[in-house]
């Protein structure tokens, strides 16, 4: 299953599990064929190495142990796509969650901001990426879930559509690995009380 330009099919769509299907029916609109398009949607990558992906657990644990109040719902990581529920501070959040080899992603300079990644990520040989709409608290949830995850694995965190990450800087300093991405989620965390 995969999310595509034109978005997911029923098909796709109806092969998730009844959790995840009922909360992307709340983030979907429906076109008049009966395909769910997504909202445009904005997105974090975590380059790791493959034999680093952790389970939801593990992943649950390094949440809880850097000090923040998220947790992520059961999910096979390797295998399951789309909407993962996760609850920040007790109310009801999530993202997207999409895995990919490395060799499998195009970087595309023409893109606003360029995909241009390769030079920057080492031995990294798999991509999660991590898709949230400007809605609620998605974007913290999913800046938390990332920079956990880049940390724990040794990989390294990366917002192409942040502009404070973005913007005139040099572009490895777009790139964030282990405590960095740390302080960049707990920055986004503290300004979520500021709104």
């Known amino acids: 299953m995969s999310l595509n330009s034109g978005g997911l099919t029923s098909?796709?769509?109806n092969m998730k599990p009844p959790a995840i299907r009922q909360h992307h029916q709340k983030q979907s609109l429906m076109?008049?064929?009966?395909l769910a398009k997504m909202i445009a949607m904005e997105g974090i990558y975590v380059f790791l190495r493959d034999a680093a992906l952790p389970t939801v657990q593990d992943w649950n644990r390094a949440i809880k142990e850097n000090g923040f109040n998220l947790v992520l719902d059961s999910f096979d990581l390797r295998n399951d796509d789309g909407y993962l529920p996760a609850w920040l501070r007790g109310e009801e959040s999530g993202f997207e969650w999409y895995l990919e080899p490395v060799?499998?992603?195009d970087e595309d300079p023409?893109?606003?901001?360029?995909?241009?990644?390769?030079?920057?990520?080492?031995?990294?040989?798999?991509?999660?990426?991590?898709?949230?709409?400007?809605?609620a608290n998605e974007d913290v949830t999913s800046s938390i879930a990332a920079a956990v995850l880049a940390k724990m694995t040794d990989g390294v965190f990366w917002d192409p559509g942040d502009p404070e990450l973005c913007g005139n800087?040099?572009?490895?300093?777009?790139?964030?690995?282990?405590?960095e991405a740390i302080a960049l989620a707990r920055?986004?965390?503290?300004?979520?009380?500021a709104v």
């Open 103 to 105: 060799a499998n992603m």
């Open 110 to 135: 023409e893109m606003d901001p360029p995909f241009l990644f390769k030079a920057f990520i080492g031995d990294c040989d798999l991509a999660a990426s991590l898709k949230f709409i400007s809605q």
């Open 11 to 13: 098909c796709d769509y």
């Open 31 to 34: 076109d008049s064929c009966g």
């Open 169 to 179: 800087q040099e572009p490895t300093s777009t790139f964030l690995r282990g405590d």
């Open 187 to 193: 920055k986004r965390f503290a300004n979520l009380d």
